[in-house]
């Protein structure tokens, strides 16, 4: 088997070859033993080990990240690896796909690994009532047939050459089939770190276990502990007195704080990660597209990417794809602050002036509140009176996002093109935070089935191009900025030199890549 990176296998396609597994290649610096305390914010009293539920970096880290596996891995530099499958081959027409399985393998409670594993833990995302954000993805698949008990395959309802990048999406946990229950219940995974203790919002504590496939390449830790501290001072007190040696999310208001201290370190990668403020398009007044774009130009970008980023990023330009996806549209115009257009799209609206309510807390990203309050000042020139509700954060996530108008919020990103506009924009899925349905977005939804199966490069690039136009333009995204990932770290703390830019701390999974000096 051949293998090829992410850029290789969308540019050859998906006919023309298959993708081996290889691990970290061996770190001789790297060091086992010792424990990894991380202080993590996005915590919630509700998280569990049910992969459907999970949206946030402390569930993503403890999951994904330590006790469970998927199919496959995205790597630090972006190449596709895989991780319980040791390879996948398409047929032609990328409709048709067949994973190979690591033999070997066995759940924290002894239990061996095999395809019914995957068949029944991909069949939950799209069981009755299922609300997983995954659900799109294995909607997609017609049938899932066990060819042995190492191989597993696919057939899809139309050809999708990123495929086994979608087996890498943080929801698609592996657990063991007939016990998939009390797995959750008690966190069965078949992951590097088994569950030692668990206290949903408060601590998660892991334990390596004695023997992995993982073994020499990755899991130096000997235990892992995960504390959930929400607010951004405590967590940064907590790394500055050393009761954690790591931390997410840093107030950018307070870097200099954490650079001047000798034994801490800054750790910043750019990413695809961006800041929103998602308008549901199926409430007025965010059903008029004119209304749309008069907020669309009512906001000062620069500024914010100046002002809530300290300059750690760079602006969005309302297409959700960003600069390390191979499709990016770096050379579309570029939306920019115009009280002039603005004033002319809401009269085009009907409308000389416009009163909105923008619900915003800093749960959805750090300075959220702050940049809701640039929006209102920046609408107002154009007519447009903002009205700035402060959300709580506890709840954030159930009771406001996608429930209230006009909200603050944040992406990750996606590896592929496809990926993220098929968790975010396809007409029906569970995080659709704008209601962009088929009535509003009918050749939007057409180039994403049309543009996932075409295995020519350059006409994928052209489809793509299209739909992130298509996006901006008449969307009801507001995407102001792309937001660096700003960590820091103890200097206890070693890491490879090439960090993770899918998720936030390595991809989630510094337990496996990370260890101590």
């Not at 229950?181 to 668990?198: H, M, N, P, Q, W």
């Not at 107030?251 to 801490?264: F, G, Q, Y």
Request: charged share 25%; glycine share 8%.
């Amino acid at each position: 088997m051949v293998k090829i990176s992410r850029r290789g296998l969308l540019t050859t396609g998906a006919a023309a070859g298959v993708l081996a597994a290889s691990g970290l290649p061996l770190r001789a610096q790297a060091k086992k033993g010792g424990r990894l305390r991380v202080g993590l914010n996005g915590a919630n009293s509700s998280d569990s080990w049910d992969g459907r539920t999970q949206s946030d970096v402390f569930m993503i880290a403890s999951s994904q990240g330590a006790v469970f596996d998927n199919l496959t891995e995205v790597a630090a530099d972006g190449s596709l690896k895989g991780e319980l499958a040791t390879g996948w081959e398409a047929s032609p027409d990328a409709k048709v796909w067949t994973f190979d399985l690591r033999p070997g393998v066995t759940f924290h409670n002894g239990k061996a690994f095999g395809a019914d594993d995957v068949i029944e833990s991909l069949q939950l995302h799209v069981a009755e009532g299922s609300k997983s954000a995954a659900k799109p993805i294995i909607a997609a698949i017609t049938e899932m047939k066990k060819m042995s008990d190492t191989q597993v395959q696919f057939t899809l309802d139309a050809g999708n050459a990123d495929f086994p990048y979608l087996m890498a999406d943080y929801h698609l946990l592996i657990y063991p089939a007939g016990q998939i229950e009390e797995a959750i219940t008690k966190g069965i995974g078949t992951g590097l770190y088994r569950v030692d203790s668990f206290e949903p919002g408060v601590r998660f504590v892991g334990k390596r276990v004695d023997s992995h496939y993982k073994d020499g390449d990755a899991g130096w830790f000997d235990e892992i502990e995960y504390i959930a501290i929400n607010d951004n001072t405590a967590r940064m007190n907590a790394l500055l007195t050393g009761q954690v040696d790591a931390i997410n999310r840093i107030d950018l208001k307070t870097e200099s704080l954490l650079k001047a201290n000798p034994m801490v370190r800054i750790q910043e990668v750019a990413c695809n990660q961006f800041y929103s403020f998602p308008m549901l398009t199926d409430v007025a007044p965010f059903d008029d597209v004119n209304v749309r774009k008069a907020i669309k130009y009512a906001v000062n970008r620069q500024e914010m990417v100046d002002k809530i980023l300290l300059g750690h990023g760079r602006v969005g330009n309302d297409a959700a794809i960003g600069p390390a996806n191979q499709y990016f549209n770096a050379d579309m115009e570029q939306l920019s602050y115009d009280p002039d257009k603005a004033k002319f799209h809401l009269k085009e609206a009907g409308l000389s002036s416009l009163d909105v309510d923008l619900s915003a807390s800093n749960a959805a990203f750090e300075g959220a509140v702050d940049a809701a309050q640039l929006i209102q000042a920046s609408a107002k020139a154009c007519g447009i009176n903002v009205n700035v509700v402060q959300e709580p954060s506890d709840g954030y996530w159930s009771n406001v996002w996608i429930k209230k108008p006009w909200c603050a919020c944040y992406w990750s990103g996606r590896a592929t093109e496809d990926w993220m506009y098929t968790s975010a924009f396809a007409e029906g899925v569970a995080w659709n935070d704008t209601q962009w349905d088929s009535n509003d977005s009918a050749r939007f939804q057409e180039l994403l089935v049309s543009a996932r199966a075409e295995l020519d490069s350059a006409k994928r690039r052209e489809q793509y191009y299209e739909m992130q136009q298509i996006l901006r333009d008449d969307g009801g995204l507001i995407q102001p900025m792309f937001a660096n990932y700003v960590d820091a770290l103890s200097n206890k703390v070693a890491t490879p030199e090439t960090i993770g830019n899918l998720w936030q701390m390595d991809n989630a999974r510094m337990a496996e890549r990370w260890w101590m000096s």
